[in-house]
């Protein structure tokens, strides 16, 4: 069987990878340690990567945290928040974009101000996490406002299916709950506050059966969770 | 049942500094410890035979006692990236007891002799991250962690960082690749200096040995596997969650007795015993009254890992279950190595061609094969911590991915597959010389 060259999809500089040709512009050189005299970098951002650059025996220890104080600042790692976080630190753009492509958390391409990670790792799916990430795109819509993300293991299985808005944790969810995670963004109000995960009390405290929503079936959709578990009171200043 | 880390962990304000000091004597053992020899701290936690609780088990004060002695700048680092699929007590215990791991490495560092500390912890706990930032600030004012230079460093979501040498390179400021041992972290680590890695779980057991002296500490639990454990309990069972055992205790005691067991009228169909990169067990009676230690585990042919017990009931298909962890260590490979870049990619691939009936049984002979290939032969684990899993599900459930291919071609119209035709050199090497003895499959056990 042969391949019909013409139907193998090519970029723009002959490679069949995608991306090649967004990473680097290949007409230009490299981008060299940006001059502090002709890079402005708002004063506020300055002095945070300043102190984080501070903390540590190796300065460039503090390319983490900087570039999240960037993303922060200009809702996603741009190549002017990486500049400025580049000049700050001197070191090169190349370098931090380095970094930023590499982790989950920093994005090099605009997005929506609010993160919603949705867990669809093992134990989230064993209990319906596919559904509930479909059902928070479409609940999401296409508001520019919301960046929402099937993520890795959050570390919350206890609570599964579950999600994370801006950070906070919440579930266990069901496919329905996701019209009420957008609202409570939209109105700046604490998302779905009594299901955060900041209130939950250690396992043994609550009744069996009561900890999450049972896993969905064909035969049986998914169930909220019981009353029970909603009057849990925790430790609210936590 | 006898609570060490979680006992009352839900008392309203223990995240502060007060209440800490009021009711559990907050900071009195790092008092205790600063007036001891530095190898005296090491000798408690030598005869505590506490073994690490982040996944591979090593002895705490052994690892402690390789750090070399003189004035050279030393490092602890604490492991808070809690990534493994199936894990999250690090979480519950830094969310509701912060002070007490702070205490924790103040000890260990004066075990060592370090004057640098750090927490490192997954940029997605952001609650947990602020409340150990504040409580670090508190006791910093307070003057009670001494002249240790300790700070909360955050990630940025990648599961490679929990492995310790990538995660050194993350706190350098760099992509999290893991690198080349020896030289171990002891040795040469954070900044090329000698480093003592541990998790949270492991290091908040510190003031409690000093409180109890090693030599108590060291007969709760069994002799090989001392301590309580706090394992973490998900997937379908009914009241998921963090539940501090005693090591040893029948795994059926986790799994029925304290999770609630799966829904009513259905059977375990496997269990993850440490986080989704132990090799699964079936739910066979003899599986479940395993002891839930260290040794008893590797024995079973899996491991304790994390203390994360993954259950499966029979509603779930083996192959979804496969797919869903070979597609997450996929996204994780850092790239470096190319057995694990490429098999994990490979045998997503494979899988994926299980569901639309491309598949032919020969497959799982290749795909065992491919897994057999990652098994050490990369710089860290996070290869063969795919491998483990996808291996011993085929090893276990070969029926019944042989049924799922039939079916999906039966479905696509491709017809019976001819398993024995089809298979020839062209398979690779291994398993097909002797496909029910030796090779892949049976190599990870």
Known sequence: ????????????????????????????????????????????????????????????????????????????????????????????????????????????????????????????????????????????????????QSFECLGACDIAPMISVDGEYIGPLVPEDCDRVVADVKAGRPVFDERQLRHRPVAEKLPVGGGAAPPPTPDRPAEGPTAAQNDVAGPKDM | MRQLLFDDIDRPGLHTLAVYRRERGGYEMLQQALQMEPEEVLTQLQKSGIRGRGGAGFAMGTKASFIPHGDMDKYVVCNADESEPGTFKDRELMQKNPHLLIEGICIAAHAISANKAFIFIRGEYDLQATILEQALEEAKRANMIGDLDLWVHRGAGAYICGEETALLDALEGKRGNPRLKPPFPA??????????????????????????????????????????????????????????????????????????????????????????????????????????????????????????????????????????TAKFYRHESCGKCTPCREGTNWTVKMLERINTGEATPMDLDIMASVQDQIMGNCLCVLGDAMAMPIASMIKHFREEFEAHIEAARERTGLGVSLPMANRSDHAGPGPLLQPDGGGATAAVV
Not at chain 1, 89 to 110: C, I, K, N
Not at chain 1, 114 to 132: E, F, P, Q
Not at chain 2, 195 to 215: C, D, F, K, S, Y
């Open chain 1, 1 to 148: 069987m042969s391949i019909d060259p013409s139907r193998v999809r090519r970029f723009a500089h002959g490679s069949r990878v995608p991306g090649w040709d967004d990473a680097a512009d290949l007409t230009k050189d490299p981008a060299v340690v940006p001059d502090p005299a002709t890079t402005p970098v708002p004063e506020g951002l300055r002095a945070e990567v300043e102190d984080y650059m501070s903390r540590y025996p190796d300065f460039r220890s503090a390319a983490i945290p900087a570039l999240h104080a960037a993303q922060r600042l200009h809702g996603w790692c741009s190549p002017t928040a990486i500049e400025q976080v580049a000049c700050v630190m001197r070191l090169t753009p190349g370098y931090l974009t380095a970094v930023a492509t590499f982790y989950d958390m920093f994005s090099t391409e605009p997005k929506g101000r609010h993160d919603v990670y949705v867990c669809t790792n093992i134990s989230c799916s064993l209990r319906g996490a596919d559904a509930l990430y479909e059902a928070m795109v479409s609940a999401a819509g296409d508001d520019p406002d919301f960046h929402v």
């Open chain 2, 187 to 324: 040795v040469q680590g954070l900044y090329r200096g000698p480093t003592l890695i541990n998790n949270v779980e492991t290091l908040m057991n510190a003031p409690l040995i000093l409180r109890m002296g090693g030599e108590e500490y060291a007969k709760i639990g069994t002799e090989r596997s001392t301590g309580t454990k706090v394992v973490s309990v998900s997937g379908c069972v009914q009241r998921p969650g963090n539940y501090e055992i005693e090591l040893g205790i029948p795994t059926r005691d986790i799994i029925y007795g304290l999770a609630g067991g799966p829904d009513e009228g259905r059977a375990i169909k496997c269990f993850f015993p440490g986080g989704s990169s132990a090799p699964v067990l079936p739910g066979t009676d003899e599986n479940l009254d395993l002891p839930y230690d260290f040794d008893s585990m590797a024995k079973a042919g899996s491991m304790l890992g994390s203390g994360a017990i993954i259950v499966v009931d029979e509603t779930i298909p083996i192959v979804d279950l496969a797919l869903k």
